[in-house]
């Protein structure tokens, strides 16, 4: 007499697999891909914007800032690149003829972070020094707007926007018509792109420090951010509060705030057995909307880069890269992701320093495996 065999439970989980590695001789702060999967657009620690095929690993300086490049992000339609930097500057590329067609004066002090348009009309870009402000060493009230907005076909100055300084990162919504933008003491900010007013405002104390250690003074806040797919909600990233702002061990921190609600409120966040330590600089929602990543620099723990499922805020699958990473971006529609960062640099051999930029490229794929009892 046979034996009727149940079949296992199982359960679908999304993993990241290592497709491909790359080299850059220097630093990467930031990445874009081409809709065409076949290259990529890096900014760069040596001040280059470089147009890198994925085939063959070949890149291709377009152009330098004068400082470090921190943003980069390329219009399919227009063709056009534009990347962001310490110098204060943003500057226009043409992929096609390879050279720089614009450069405009965008702030005083650095770029933290820069972002285009989903429709590509207008390119937002903040900054801010923190200076202290008065015995409590808050941050001195900021000496040009923190945020600016232009055209992304005229560079000239659209919208400026007042935020506390320094102003880490922005986003824009799917549809363009909000901009929010986020600091180091953990305030967003979102603004309506068609009359320019405010129209929100969300508040954290998760991702700032106040150091009574070595020294004394605030550190850290909100360093990327991303609308959800359906606009409604922003996911920032960052990393938790430290005694020692020098340790760089705050824990790995997400947070999504609910900003489309009157008052606005915190929905969900990393949870703290999920967590290790570290900063995280990059935050992005699968382009399905089911997943989001956030990656950064270990201090310790398991995992410098995770994905989360976006329904519950559980963590999915995680890695460690073994290197900081900057930025990230999706290639193929989601099919893959791509890591910017680096390793650390190491000393020069026969004249030249060995490369320490690094864009790494992981497959997005769908496993079957037995539920746990």
């Known amino acids: 007499m046979s034996t009727i065999q149940t079949p296992t439970p199982q359960k679908t989980e999304t993993r990241l697999v290592p497709a491909k590695a790359l080299k850059l001789p220097t630093a990467v702060f930031a990445v874009d891909a081409h809709p065409d999967g076949k290259h990529l657009f890096a900014a760069c620690f040596d001040g280059g914007v470089y147009e890198v095929a994925l085939d063959s690993g ?13 943003g980069v992000q390329y219009s399919p339609t227009q063709d056009r690149l534009v990347s962001a930097g310490y110098d204060g500057s943003l500057n226009w590329f043409s992929p096609k003829e390879g050279k720089q067609i614009r450069s405009i004066e965008a702030h005083k002090f650095w770029s933290w972070k820069m972002r285009v348009s989903p429709d590509e009309k207008l390119v937002a870009s903040v900054t801010g020094q923190y200076l202290a402000g008065g015995y409590k060493y808050e941050p001195l009230a900021e000496r040009e707007p923190s945020v600016k907005v232009f055209d992304a076909e005229t560079g000239k100055l659209r919208r400026a926007f007042p935020h506390i300084p320094p102003t880490l990162s922005v986003a824009f919504s799917p549809d363009s018509r909000y901009l929010a933008a986020a600091n180091m003491m953990g305030e967003i900010r979102v603004w309506d792109m068609t009359n320019g007013k405010q129209v929100a405002v969300c508040t954290t104390p998760d991702f700032t420090s106040w150091g009574i250690i070595k020294s004394h003074h605030y550190l850290g806040g909100i360093f990327d951010m991303t609308f959800s797919p359906d606009g409604h909600e922003i996911l920032v990233c960052g990393m938790g509060p430290m005694i020692d702002p020098m340790a760089g061990n705050g824990k790995q921190t997400w947070q999504r705030f609910a900003w489309t609600e009157t008052p606005t409120r915190k929905l969900s966040e990393i949870r703290d057995t999920e967590a290790g330590t570290g900063l995280m600089e990059t935050v992005r929602f699968h382009p399905q909307g089911k997943v989001f990543i956030m990656a950064g620099r270990l201090a310790q723990g398991k995992w410098n880069v995770a994905l989360f ?6 963590l999915l699958h995680s890695l460690d890269t073994k290197m900081r990473v900057t930025s990230s971006t999706w ?26 930029g690094h864009l790494r490229v992981y497959d997005v794929k769908e496993f079957s495996v037995p539920l746990s009892n």
């Open 309 to 314: 499922d976006t329904a519950s805020g559980h």
């Open 58 to 70: 070949e890149h291709k300086l377009l152009g330098k800032h004068t400082s470090y490049a921190s």
């Open 331 to 356: 290639l193929n529609g989601g099919a893959q992701l791509v890591l910017a960062g680096a390793t650390s640099q190491e000393r020069a051999k026969d004249g030249r320093c060995p490369d320490f």
